[in-house]
């Protein structure tokens, strides 16, 4: 059943684009919907593949073979498993990609190499680079303004500010790391300031010396 159920995904994509992978489709579903059944599987789909892996692998390995041979459920589960993770990681790479920019939020995409992350309202560089959350109207992220402007001026160091009261985009971005935020501040809230470098951050009111010491500490 095992094999069968990835057949019936594999062949069901490719099948998109050859017909010989549509028969092959319909073959595997059903065998894999006899076996759900408790039925045995007439095509035997799942004993050819076995078949001709073990040929290809007894060309150079007549012990690997063997070893596959003898284990072949087990191998079986282990790739199974190992493919629908992969295909959900793949699918929650495509969410991040669309709604963020990159499909690794905090590390490397190989969509954007460079490390460009993008938002609604602005260009995050993700490695090495700090953000500022902040709320519009909030009196704390106010009273930063201008110590963050003297510390970008002292550091030359430029915090990407993202607005999360009123921009759902910026929001979602800062709910992937409340884990840490937390971790570090022991609570949620504005402003916070964060290094996508080393996922460390400092929240409320800081002085410029203590701003300038996260930023040597996590840049």
């Known amino acids: 059943m095992i094999l069968c159920l990835v057949a019936l995904v594999v062949f069901g994509i490719l099948g998109i684009f050859s017909a010989k992978y549509r028969e092959l489709a319909k073959e595997a579903f059903g ?21 001709k892996l073990v040929a290809k692998i007894m060309k ?39 709604v963020y920019g990159t499909c690794n939020p905090g590390g490397f995409c190989i969509f954007n190499p460079g490390g460009t992350n993008a938002t609604q309202d ?3 560089n993700i490695t090495g680079r700090f953000v500022e959350f902040y709320g ?14 003297q510390v ?6 430029q915090f990407e500010k993202m607005e999360i009261w009123y921009n759902d985009t910026n929001k979602a971005f800062y709910r992937d790391y409340q ?14 300031f964060l290094s996508l470098k080393t996922n460390r951050s400092i929240c409320g009111e800081k002085s410029a010396d ?4 996260f930023i040597i500490e996590n840049g």
């Open 60 to 98: 150079f390995s007549p012990r690997l073979a063997k070893l596959t041979y003898k284990n072949f459920t087990v191998f079986s589960w282990v790739f199974t498993i190992i493919f629908f993770a992969s295909m959900g990681y793949s699918a929650y790479s495509v969410y991040n990609l669309v």
């Open 31 to 51: 065998c894999f919907f006899k076996t759900i059944q408790l039925k045995p599987c007439d095509s035997k789909l799942d004993q050819r593949i076995k078949s």
């Open 136 to 149: 519009e109207g909030c009196p704390h992220c106010n009273k930063m303004v201008p110590i963050v402007a």
């Open 210 to 213: 203590e701003l300038e010491r």
């Open 122 to 124: 602005n260009v995050c």
């Open 179 to 192: 884990d840490y935020i937390t971790r570090d501040c022991g609570f949620l809230g504005v402003p916070t």
């Open 152 to 157: 970008e001026n002292n550091t030359g160091v």
